[in-house]
């Protein structure tokens, strides 16, 4: 322990000078300085550039790594953002679209002379502080419109009205029983015939 007496000493032993700026303190680098470093970074983006442009493999990502970093985003993109839904009795849950949107399907395409063609799902609004502040991320699904195609001279295509009540019930009990989403509206549009 020093004494108010005793001067400071550096880790060299030498005595510091009270008040003298230490490293962190100094001034601002030169002009001089930091054309210098400029300098520097310019060259070495250039050199990297050239190597580039030779086919270094020591400056190229590995076809590994570009195909790992490849395939993550496509699955992005694939599997959408997650969804909101009910927590289990275990904590909480989501879902990504995808996930989602392939319930919906097999749902439709469960019922006999009908056959999904697409999906649009409108979601609760929920703020990004709900997720924990994370993006790319839904609130639970509030209302689902189904387009489906009924097979030409079936059953089914005798009776919209019923065929579109079937799909209805089988894609709310799916929901239901899959995701334990119960949705405020289902709306089914008859958008196309098909033959076999």
């Known amino acids: 322990m020093q004494t108010p007496h005793e001067p400071e000493e550096s880790e060299q032993g030498a005595p510091v000078e009270q008040g003298a700026p230490v490293e962190h ?3 601002v680098e030169t002009a001089e300085q930091s054309a210098a470093y400029d300098s520097l970074i310019r060259s070495a983006h250039q050199e990297w550039a ?3 442009k030779s086919g270094d493999p020591s ?3 590995s076809s590994g790594a570009l195909a790992a970093l490849k395939r993550s985003v496509r699955a992005e993109v694939r599997r959408g953002a997650q969804v909101a839904v009910p927590p289990t009795r275990r904590g909480p849950m ?7 949107h392939t319930v919906l399907r097999r749902a ?3 019922v006999p002379d009908a056959r999904s063609l697409r ?3 409108e979601y609760e609004e929920e703020d990004a502080a709900s997720h924990g502040g994370r993006s790319g991320e839904r609130g639970m699904p509030r209302a689902v419109t189904l387009r489906i195609s009924v097979q030409l001279g079936s059953p089914g295509a005798r009776d919209l009205v019923r065929l579109a009540e079937d799909v209805r019930g089988a894609v ?3 929901l ?3 995701l334990g989403i119960d949705p405020d509206r289902i709306d089914v549009h008859i958008e196309d015939l098909h033959d076999q």
């Open 25 to 27: 303190e100094l001034p």
């Open 50 to 52: 050239e190597l580039e």
């Open 59 to 61: 400056v190229s990502v």
């Open 94 to 100: 989501s879902v990504s679209e995808l996930t989602l």
């Open 108 to 110: 439709v395409d469960t």
């Open 119 to 121: 999906a649009r799902v």
């Open 172 to 174: 709310a009990t799916a």
């Open 176 to 178: 239901r029983r899959d």
